[in-house]
Structures are given as structure tokens and as C-alpha cells.
């Protein structure tokens, strides 16, 4: 009974450090996604991502885990079985493992097939998580479109990939398994016939003979238990290949000394050239000023580089070419935590946080306090809708923002940003979403969100312009003008035709 205790003790404590080494594995690969360049998320996507995060981690662990404590016990009975047959008939003892090539060779054979194969499940898991979860990010999608069949086959088709992949596997460990048992087969046969003709010749007695028997117990069924546990490590080293390919990875360019303390926040963008895919330029030579203090708008038709502007200041993409200046300083040369700590943005696909309307305003500012939160909500214009909340600030908005309208929800964005106090604030089509009544309020607080601060707004609806001190407009990844909108306006040039469609376009 005491062996049964200690024996249990043991195996719980490794189990229990295992768990801990693992969940600190997977605490750290999440950190270390989240160094990662955009890219990255967008070149995978976030169910893929959480499989190799999350699923690849703890299947690793449980299998590391349980081959460090089946394999010590397996080592043991078969050390110490062996070394009690040695001492009875060295002889027979050594024929005992006459079958141990084969156990080898059936290890590195299928050991390498698994390994192989388990890779190609973890990346289908992979596959169809990504497809789950977009599936039900998309529900309202595909149920305004009656999709819902159409979605449940496509996720019917990777599940089936993911099963038959994972179905050759298990095939494959069978198949393992069924030669070991015929090893097994072989070895006591002839343990058996090499016992007989010992016995029969004088050279072991019965006794001796049936005690070999028993001992096969401790012999054959560790070495059988270690070859499985080979076949699993090796399972477990395609899992670790994954997890070692997302650590290896290189984490965003982070270098740079870091900006002035104050910085002005004026902005330069000279000669910056950038695409996504080699020979598909998306700018070309983008050259404009943005002055401290001042907001200036960047207007153009789809695809002419406006968001990427976005994407290379706050360095999500480096340039290829060219160069972006903060205050004279290359933002190459500047820390990238350091940049976006004066830097705020708010995109058209914002994204809110399951939790209060409170929680997700301080989300901007590490620390924000209640005054900060509900300062920045007054001044994006937020009191007119939270008021009508009986929690106020603090109503729940459930996972996205779906309580709150697409209005609000663009409202509590815009005051997460202002909270930051940032000294450069950026707008990507932060406005799209709201009625013009609603616009108005908000682009009166941004006036008064822009004092003492460089503000760029991307904008589509040219109504958002009317705040603009400076218009660039940008055309197949270059400006071809700028100027303030009455300049623009009196040239026969993109901005006014863009401005004449829009009006149609509204009076429609």
C-alpha cells in the first residue's frame, strides 16, 4: 500500500509541474504572438492562430507528461527484470531479447510516419478552427443571406479533412502496435523453445524456467510500453516543432532610441514608396506634411493606399523605400513602443472588448482613472446614449459592442483614444458609421480632440473634410493634390469632381 501511495504522489507531482511548465509554455507563445508582425495575423488568421497557441501546447503537454512518468516506471521494471533473468540463466536471458531489433526498427519506421502525420492533423485542426470561428463571426452574414447550410458543409469539409488525417495516424500507431505484438509473439516462442531445450539438456530447472515466465511480464511489457511512448515523442516532437516555429519567429522591429519627451508632432512623409506583394506597388513616392496642431484629411477612391499610410506610421509595415519623420527623426530609428505611446487610432472595423462601456474607454490609457474615462466620454459626445443606461459607464456591451448601436459604438472608440491623450490621433474612416446628425457632434469634439495634437483623418465620405485644416488627395498611391477646401474646390481637378459625386450621391 505504501509503494501504491508513493507511487501515486509521484505521478501527481509530475503531473502537477508538467501543467505548470506547460501553462507557463503557453502564457509565453501568446506573449510571443502578440510581438509578432501584423502580418502575421493577417497571413493566418485568429482560429488558426489559437490552435497552435492554445491546442498545440496542452496536447504537449499531456503527452511529455505522460511519457517522462510511464517511461521512468517502464525503464525500471524492465532494468529490473532483466537484471534478475541475467542472474538466473544468462543464456536465456539474453534470447529474451533477441526480438529487440525489430522493437527498433518498428520505433524509427512508424515513430517517423506519426511524426509526419501529426503535423498534418495540428495544421488542419488548424484549418477548421479558423473556419469555425469565422463562420460565427460572421453568423449575422450567412443567416441575412440564408446561408446557414452552405456554412455547416464547409465546416462538414475541413472536419472531414481533420478526421481523415487523424484517422491515418491512428492507423498508423495501430499498425505499430500490431507488430509489437507479433515481436511479443515470436520472442515467447522462442523463449519457450530455448527454455525447453534447456531443461531438457540440464541446464535449467522447471522452477527456474516458470520464474523466467513471470519475469516476461516485466520485460516485455515495458519494452512494449516504451515503444509506444517512442511512437508518441515522436508525435509530441511535430506538436514542439510548431510551437519552437511561432518562438523562432521574428518579433516586430522594435528598435530605436525613443521620441522627444514633448514631441511637436509634426509628421513628414518623403519619397515612401510600399506593397503588400512584390510588383503590386500600393504607394508610390507618397510625399505630404503634416503640421503640430493641425488635422489634416487624406481623401481618395478604394485602393489608393489611404489605410496603408495608417499601417507604415504606426509601423505595423515598414517602408521600402523612403522616409517617415517625426519631429526630423526617422521613425526607423525610434522605439516602436515608445512611437505609439503618443500615437492613438481609431479604424472603421473597430473592434470593442466583452465588458463595460467604462472598461473598454480605459482600455486607451494604462491607469486610466474615472475622472480621465468619463472626461473622454463627455468629450466623443458618449453621455448622449450612456445616460440612457441605468448603469451608465458602467453597462455591460456584451462581446463586440452588441449592445450598442454602430454610432456608439464608433463613439466609445473615438473617447478610448482621446482618454490616451495621444499627440498624434489617426482616423481610418472612423466616421463611416454615423448618421449625419451624429457626425456633426463628433466632428465638433474632434475639433476639440485635435488642440495641441497632429490629427490624420482617412476619410470616404467627403463630408468629413469640412474639419480638415489640410486635404491631401491620393491617387494610385501618390498625392496628386493638396491644399485646404476652398483651394481645392476652385481647381478642376480630383478633389472637386470627388466632392460634386458626393453631393449626388447624398442627394440620392
Not at 505484438?181 to 523463449?191: A, P, Q, R
Not at 521620441?259 to 511637436?264: E, G, M
Not at 468619463?374 to 448603469?391: D, G, H
Amino acid at each position: 500500500m505504501l509503494g501504491l501511495g508513493i507511487g501515486f504522489l509521484q505521478s501527481y507531482l509530475l503531473l502537477v509541474f508538467a501543467r505548470r511548465v506547460f501553462f507557463d509554455l503557453e502564457v509565453r507563445l501568446f506573449e510571443k504572438v502578440h510581438s509578432l508582425p501584423i502580418a502575421f495575423f493577417k497571413k493566418h488568421g485568429a482560429g488558426y492562430i489559437a490552435t497552435r497557441v492554445s491546442d498545440d501546447v496542452r496536447q504537449l503537454g499531456s503527452l511529455m507528461a505522460g511519457a517522462y512518468i510511464n517511461g521512468l516506471s517502464s525503464l525500471t521494471l524492465l532494468a529490473v527484470g532483466l537484471g534478475i533473468m541475467f542472474a538466473i540463466h544468462p543464456g536465456l536471458a539474453a534470447a529474451v531479447l533477441v526480438v529487440l531489433p525489430g522493437f527498433v526498427w518498428v520505433n524509427l519506421h512508424f515513430g517517423r510516419k506519426v511524426r509526419v502525420q501529426s503535423d498534418e492533423v495540428q495544421e488542419r485542426k488548424g484549418v477548421a478552427n479558423a473556419t469555425r470561428l469565422e463562420s460565427l463571426d460572421t453568423a449575422h452574414v450567412a443567416r441575412a443571406f440564408e446561408r446557414g447550410t452552405l456554412e455547416t458543409r464547409r465546416l462538414a469539409r475541413v472536419l472531414h479533412e481533420e478526421v481523415d488525417v487523424d484517422l491515418k495516424r491512428n492507423v498508423t500507431m495501430a499498425g505499430a502496435g500490431v507488430l509489437q505484438m507479433l515481436l511479443f509473439s515470436v520472442g515467447s516462442l522462442f523463449l519457450l523453445w530455448y527454455g525447453a531445450y534447456e531443461i531438457m539438456v540440464g541446464g535449467l530447472t522447471l522452477g527456474q524456467f516458470m520464474a523466467f515466465n513471470m519475469l516476461m511480464a516485466y520485460v516485455y511489457g515495458p519494452m512494449g510500453e516504451l515503444s509506444g511512448l517512442y511512437v508518441n515523442f515522436q508525435r509530441g516532437m511535430g506538436i514542439l516543432k510548431r510551437v519552437m516555429e511561432i518562438m523562432d519567429s521574428s518579433p516586430e522591429s522594435g528598435r530605436g532610441i525613443g521620441p522627444p519627451r514633448v514631441p511637436a508632432g509634426e509628421l513628414v512623409f518623403e519619397e515612401v514608396r510600399f506593397a503588400y506583394e512584390p510588383r503590386r506597388p500600393v504607394l508610390n513616392g507618397v510625399n505630404l506634411t503634416l503640421e503640430p496642431g493641425r488635422i489634416a484629411v487624406v481623401v481618395g477612391p478604394t485602393g489608393a493606399g489611404k489605410t496603408t499610410l495608417v499601417n507604415l506610421l504606426f509601423r505595423f509595415y515598414e517602408p521600402i523605400s523612403g522616409r517617415i519623420l517625426l519631429d526630423g527623426e526617422d521613425l526607423s530609428a525610434i522605439e516602436v513602443r515608445a512611437l505609439r505611446r503618443e500615437t492613438a487610432l481609431v479604424e472603421q472595423d473597430l473592434r470593442l472588448f466583452s465588458g463595460t462601456i467604462r472598461e473598454n474607454i480605459a482600455y486607451g490609457k494604462l491607469g486610466a482613472t474615472d475622472a480621465e474615462v468619463e472626461a473622454a466620454s463627455e468629450a466623443m459626445n458618449c453621455i448622449e446614449f450612456v445616460e440612457r443606461f441605468p448603469e451608465g459607464l458602467d453597462t455591460r456591451i456584451g462581446s463586440g459592442g452588441v449592445q450598442l448601436s454602430g454610432g456608439q459604438k464608433q463613439r466609445v472608440a473615438l473617447a478610448r483614444a482621446v482618454v490616451r491623450d495621444p499627440k498624434i490621433l489617426v482616423l481610418d474612416e472612423a466616421t463611416s458609421s454615423l448618421d449625419a446628425r451624429t457626425e456633426g457632434l463628433v466632428q465638433e469634439a474632434l475639433k476639440r480632440a485635435a488642440e495641441g495634437r497632429t490629427t490624420l483623418v482617412i476619410a470616404h465620405r467627403l463630408s468629413t473634410v469640412s474639419i480638415a485644416d489640410r486635404i491631401f488627395v491620393l491617387v494610385g498611391g501618390r498625392v496628386v493634390e493638396e491644399g485646404t477646401f476652398e483651394e481645392l474646390l476652385e481647381r478642376d481637378g480630383h478633389f472637386k469632381a470627388y466632392y460634386q459625386k458626393d453631393l449626388v450621391t447624398a442627394a440620392i
